[in-house]
């Protein structure tokens, strides 16, 4: 079994910033993408950001040039570091990892961006 512990998420005032953090532990060989996505209310879950095991990233446009994803593979951590957040940016963020060919999500963590 995969056990994804998330931390980092918060109440901040748009145009601020939050670092979402994810540890994987449990069975990961095998690990390989890992990522983070989102979901507002009443909005369907998306994808923020992808990271590969060879460090390649993906980042879906809204998000690009403010939010930057890094992973730790010694420490099978995967981070979302987020900046100029917006009020549309608030949601549920999950963070989400493939081990060999299986998904596994997280709890998810609240980001609230409001002033």
């Known amino acids: 079994q995969v056990q994804l512990v998330e931390s980092g998420g918060g109440l901040v005032q748009p145009g601020g910033s939050l670092r979402l953090s994810c540890a994987a532990t449990g069975s990961i060989f095998g690990l390989s993408r890992m990522g983070w996505y989102r979901q507002a209310v009443g909005k369907q879950r998306e994808l923020v950001a992808t990271?590969?095991?060879?460090?390649?990233?993906n980042y879906v446009d809204s998000v690009r040039g403010r939010f930057t994803i890094s992973r730790d593979r010694a420490k099978n951590t995967v981070d979302l570091q987020m900046n100029s957040l917006k009020p549309g940016d608030t949601a549920v963020y999950y963070c989400?990892?493939?081990?060999?060919?299986?998904?596994?999500w997280g709890q998810g963590t609240q980001v609230t961006v409001s002033s």
């Open positions: 990271i590969t095991s060879d460090g390649s990233t």
């Open positions: 989400n990892v493939q081990v060999l060919g299986d998904f596994f």
